[in-house]
């Protein structure tokens, strides 16, 4: 018998097998309380605006910004490429396809962060994933990437570099006319950088 | 469970020493099937060998077999695996651009290294150009950045696509590389080429 | 002449039995699949650095790569992955007796167009193996093996081009 005829007697069947058999599919689709607390305690789901204003300026296809405020203060300003669903809206089904999905990296903020953390909360008790919240909204990206303040002269290099990157970015994405309004009920909080430790695909390719 | 990696259980640097012994493994089937011969390699465009053939097809399925099983028993998570993401138009042109390359040097880039390694020189010459080739792309990269940016379309699969279960598309796959296999054999016959 | 060959070369489908489960262990080991082009692209990269600093610090692609590769060359696990393929290689062909310094070529050309070709073909592969983001280990075989769709389309397209473009190559080998 050639070696073609063996190895199809072999893998055929195993693929009959794996064909007849339901994925396992170990993950929750809900998230209990107690699950949804350890997130939120992790705070995985913050991405700085630093990390934002660097895809935005990358081009980087995979991200999404969602701006939950309403229409008329989307009107007047988003950030560049943002679409609007205003956060009553969120769990409307035309944007189930939005929020629940596997291709992009949804970005949600509105002028703090209250607003953006309680539409996560809602999208990941539900089990999706993929949702991410901008730390400090909208006010903090104006303080930081629109105008960036200058750093003490004792700062160490890290603070700087981070300035330029900001200067730079600030240049790129039309620095200072941003009226900022503070509607939403918490005050951006000053946020340190998060350690994003998460269980994160490993980066691959050739 | 796996990936071991991203479960913490080796360590990076112990990823780093195990990524060259699968590299060593790698290299080894790669040499012993006949890889590191060009003769070899672009046979099969001309059906006097089809080695390429038999040995990709038949390492994709094994590979995809051996990861849905273990993802059934529950020994790898594979929503941690790394799914290749699909830019659809930058896949065309590259795939394209990498075919006519195929086809006038005879290696891809991993069989090249392969070659290398037991003294062939023209492999090296490959290697060269694929230098040339990556700093011509990074050199000039604003020029088709738009380009390698298009039409993404995240981290499909090919059965949510077609949208059928991942283990019926893997049935149909292994069925569709034997009836290659069955082609390929019938070629191989009828287009005999002598050794050089 | 073909007993010969299977003699010396593994039954391709065993070879490709093997193969798959070299490409199962890194998944399993690392969750992601095997490649090529991204070792000589660090390398690359680093070269870059060594050859002309200035001009990696000013240019913005060489530092978003930095930035998502750190550690550089020797972190990378490709590098590593390519120098465990150098050896392997080594090993099977000197097993083999296979070990020569050698250009191969099609007796009806001369060695010196087959280097040529060589180098134009590894141009080729070299740019497309970057703007299709993976070459045929990379993307096309190990993307099929988590059933990929740019897996597949790469795949496709490698090999659907290849296949086109056979009949005006045929003089470098038939």
Not at chain 3, 60 to 75: M, T, V
Request: some cysteine; aromatic content about 12%.
């Amino acid at each position: 018998m050639n070696m073609r005829l063996k190895l199809a007697a072999a893998l055929i069947p195993l693929g009959i097998i794996i064909a007849a058999v339901p994925e396992n599919t170990t993950k929750p689709f809900r998230l209990t309380a107690t699950q949804l607390l350890d997130e939120v305690k992790e705070g995985a789901q913050f991405i700085t605006t630093d990390q934002v204003a660097r895809m935005v300026i990358e081009k980087d296809p995979s991200l999404r910004l969602i701006d939950l405020r309403t229409k008329d203060e989307y009107d007047k300003y988003h950030l560049p490429g943002a679409l609007n669903i205003p956060i009553s809206e969120i769990l409307s089904a035309e944007n189930e396809d939005i929020i629940h999905q596997g291709t992009y990296m949804n970005v949600f903020y509105s002028n703090g962060t209250t607003m953006a953390n309680e539409a996560w909360m809602l999208t990941r008790q539900l089990g999706y994933v993929n949702n991410y919240v901008m730390q400090g909204g909208l006010n903090y990206w104006a303080e930081t990437i629109l105008s960036p303040e200058k750093p003490a002269e004792t700062s160490p290099d890290d603070e700087f570099a981070r300035y330029d990157f900001r200067k730079a970015a600030s240049g790129a994405l039309g620095g200072g006319s941003l009226e900022v309004k503070t509607d939403d009920a918490a005050a951006a909080p000053v946020p340190a950088v998060q350690s994003r430790k998460q269980k994160k695909r490993v980066a691959g390719g050739c | 469970m796996g990936p071991l990696i991203v479960y913490e259980q080796i360590s990076s640097q112990t990823n780093l020493l195990l990524a060259l012994v699968i590299g060593v493994g790698f290299g080894f089937v790669l040499e012993s099937s006949g890889f590191s011969s060009s003769r070899k390699l672009a046979g099969m465009f001309y059906g006097y060998d089809t080695t390429v053939l038999k040995v990709f097809f038949t390492a994709a399925i094994t590979a995809m077999l051996g990861l849905l099983f273990f993802s059934l028993f529950g020994w790898i998570d594979l929503s941690l695996v790394y799914v290749n993401p699909t830019y659809l138009w930058s896949a065309i042109v590259g795939g394209a651009v990498m075919g006519a390359g195929f086809i006038m040097g005879g290696f891809c880039p991993g069989t090249a290294f392969c070659a290398v390694s037991i003294g062939k020189l023209d492999a090296l010459a490959f290697i060269g150009g694929l230098v040339i080739g990556i700093l011509i792309f990074t050199e000039g990269y604003p020029l088709w950045e738009n380009l390698y940016k298009s039409s993404y379309l995240g981290e499909p699969t090919m059965n949510s696509l077609i949208g059928i279960s991942r283990g019926v598309f893997g049935l149909l796959l292994i069925l569709a590389a034997f009836g290659m296999f069955f082609v390929g054999e019938w070629a191989e016959k009828k287009f005999p080429r002598d050794e050089y | 002449m073909h007993t010969d060959r299977s003699r010396k070369y593994l039954n391709p489908y065993i070879g490709g039995v093997l193969l798959g489960l070299v490409l199962l262990a890194a998944n399993f080991v690392s969750g992601r699949g095997l490649g090529a082009s991204g070792a000589v692209k660090s390398a690359v990269v680093s070269g870059m650095e060594v050859v002309a600093p200035s001009h990696v610090a000013a240019t913005e692609y060489y530092q978003n790569y930095n930035a998502s590769h750190p550690g550089g060359l020797f972190k990378n696990w490709l590098v590593w992955e390519m120098i465990g393929v150098l050896v392997g290689g080594l090993i099977s062909g000197a097993i083999a007796g296979r070990l020569k310094f050698k250009v191969e070529h099609n007796p009806k050309i001369t060695s010196k167009t087959r280097v040529l070709f060589a180098v134009l073909g590894g141009i080729f592969f070299g740019f497309g193996s970057q703007l299709g983001r993976g070459c045929t280990s990379g993307s096309a075989l190990s993307g099929m093996a988590v059933l990929s769709v740019g897996g597949f389309v790469s795949m496709a397209f490698i090999f659907g081009t290849a296949f086109a473009l056979a009949y005006f190559a045929r003089k470098l080998w038939l």
